[in-house]
């Protein structure tokens, strides 16, 4: 690491020899050290001067490094905080982690893990919230919903901590997944997702830790695994649901230790890596059936995101169609919608979301005549369209995709408000959106 300048750490630990050995190694890697022997020391060393970093230790004299790291989110300090627990003691890890700890360390510390958590944490430092992608670009989409979507990934770039991404499938778990890679310090290093549901069961552990050569038949070569291969930079399993129980006790081993051994023997090596996870099963049901570890459980699922389905995200349907056809077209031309094709597709419900939108129009954009797409050119199944309520109208001529659903959209707002005597909260009721949801379209489609 490049010697810097000004970079000043705060070390906490009621242990001199422990305080001594963190601050010398810090001090070799150009930063400037304060210690702290307490909780109240530690809170106090914060008021007085900034920081841009903290290591706690979890048990202190006046109480747990967990104070810290609350004392630190309740301040509205941007100083990245990790927590230095007793071996195996898996509970406190999780518990700062959900506090808001960037990483954690076992003991006893290896000074090689210290130094790669201190590269990763300052690495931090003015990274923007579009990262080296611009998130709108993967997970577009205006309403609160998706805005919700890109803060919470905004924030949890920002940390080491494991993330179990929830949702049905075709949400774009894993677009969310590389976006917060892409938005976090470890975005010049590599992305390994891997399908956890496509791995034949004896190869897991060869797939997940590498090989030796001979280690079994057909392994002519050393191999690494996706541990190796995501060494620095985040390991990402979708589908985690459908790993058998004898893989989940070892990637849980692995997880706690982080370190692997190659099937076939040789020493273990030590792995750094940010964990992502995703599944559309309910994974807490599983656990309570047995069909998942609880322990991994609650490695896993230190936050969780949940990405929302299409059929909640009605307001975008326009930009996302646009921005498909747009792409579909390349450099011909755009197809047209009809305006019966429109109100189909603000009428399905997508059981297949994103995914299913795409393949829709990827068809009907094919099957289209003299570039007009028509109902029949979307092959919508007739189970997954809305049923009951009144018919929207019919868009007009000339009219487009945006401005047919804004019509519809203020339509409806006004005539709640005009039944509601013009109260927001009871309109927001009646149309069965939050309240936030409704000033957010009262906002965009200009209604006072």
């Not at 020391?41 to 790291?69: H, I, K, N």
Request: contains cysteine.
């Amino acid at each position: 690491m490049t010697k810097t300048l000004n970079r000043r750490v705060l070390v906490v630990d009621d242990e001199p020899d422990i305080r001594e050995l963190l601050e010398l190694t810090l001090i070799k890697m150009g930063l400037e050290v304060v210690t702290a022997a307490s909780v109240g020391d530690a809170c106090r060393q914060l008021s007085r001067q900034p920081f841009d970093l903290a290591l706690t230790d979890m048990r202190l004299p006046d109480g747990e490094g967990l104070a810290v790291v609350e004392h630190i989110g309740q301040a509205g300090l941007d100083v990245p905080v990790a927590v230095i627990t007793a071996y195996g003691s898996a509970d406190n890890a999780v518990a700062a982690m959900k506090a808001g700890a960037f990483d954690y360390l076992q003991k006893p510390v290896s000074l090689a893990q210290l130094r790669t958590l201190v590269q990763s944490a300052l690495a931090l430092e003015g990274r923007t919230a579009g990262g080296a992608v611009d998130g709108t670009v993967r997970l577009a989409g205006e309403s609160p919903a998706m805005q919700e979507v890109r803060r919470l990934i905004e924030r949890l770039a920002r940390t080491q901590a494991a993330v179990y991404i929830h949702g049905e499938s075709g949400t774009g778990k894993e677009q969310a997944a590389r976006l917060i890679h892409e938005q976090g310090p470890r975005a010049a290093r590599p992305f390994v997702p891997v399908n956890c549901g496509a791995i034949p069961e004896n190869l897991m552990e060869s797939e997940f830790f590498g090989h030796r050569k001979g280690a079994f038949t057909g392994a002519d070569n050393e191999r690494d695994g996706f541990f190796q291969q995501a060494n620095g930079g985040t390991l990402f399993l979708d589908e985690v649901a459908d790993l058998p129980l004898a893989m989940q006790v070892k990637l849980l081993r692995a997880i706690q230790e982080k370190r692997v051994r190659k099937l076939g023997g040789g020493p273990e090596e030590a792995v750094d890596v940010r964990l992502l996870c995703a599944t559309h099963h309910d994974l807490a049901a599983l656990v309570d059936s047995g069909a998942f570890r609880q322990d991994l459980y609650y490695r896993l699922n230190v936050i969780q995101l949940t990405m929302p389905p299409l059929r909640e995200l009605r307001e975008d349907i326009p930009l996302f169609v646009g921005r498909l056809l747009e792409r579909l077209a390349g450099d011909g031309a755009r197809p047209r919608l009809s305006p019966d094709a429109v109100k189909a597709l603000l009428g399905y419900n997508y059981p297949g979301n994103f995914r299913e939108l795409e393949n829709i129009l990827e068809r009907a954009a094919a099957l289209a005549s003299d570039g007009r797409v028509d109902v029949a050119d979307l092959q919508l199944s007739d189970a997954a369209c809305s049923e009951g309520g009144a018919e929207p109208p019919v868009a007009g001529g000339g009219e487009g995709l945006q401005e047919y659903l804004d019509r519809v959209e203020r339509d409806a707002i006004v005539k709640a408000l005009q039944a509601t005597r013009f109260n927001r909260t009871q309109a927001a009721k009646l149309l069965g959106v939050s309240f936030r949801s409704l000033r957010y379209r009262l906002e965009r489609l200009g209604i006072k």
